[in-house]
């Protein structure tokens, strides 16, 4: 059963930082393409970022470019995305997604607030 489990979302002040990561169990991790994407009330979901199977390969939303990181380490199975200078506008659930469409699967989702 595929399992994506999000974590280290929390209270961040602009400018700060902060990582969050996801842990997968019960596929193929190594040999897939991850993506962080966030979701808002106002927004809805959002996609922030991509990651190809060996992490050779990473996309970006223009809202975080260069700002954010995403990665993997394909021996602990785990996602990662480093959130720098945040800003207000990030403030979201994000969560890590295996898939797009009828077959995507995504975890619980961790709560990102900025706030100073």
């Known amino acids: 059963q595929v399992q994506l489990v999000e974590s280290g979302g929390g209270l961040v002040q602009p400018g700060g930082s902060l990582r969050l990561s996801c842990a997968a169990s019960g596929f193929g991790f190594r040999s897939v393409t991850m993506d962080w994407v966030r979701q808002t009330p106002t927004k809805g979901i959002e996609w922030i970022a991509s990651?190809?199977?060996?992490?050779?390969?990473?996309r970006y939303a223009d809202s975080v470019v260069g700002r954010f990181t995403i990665s993997r380490d394909n021996e602990k199975n785990i996602l990662y995305l480093q959130m720098n200078d945040v800003k207000p506008d990030d403030a979201a659930v994000y969560f890590c997604?295996?898939?797009w469409g009828i077959g995507a699967v995504r975890g619980q989702g961790t709560l990102v607030t900025v706030s100073s």
């Open positions: 990651i190809n199977s060996r992490g050779g390969d990473v």
């Open positions: 997604q295996k898939g």
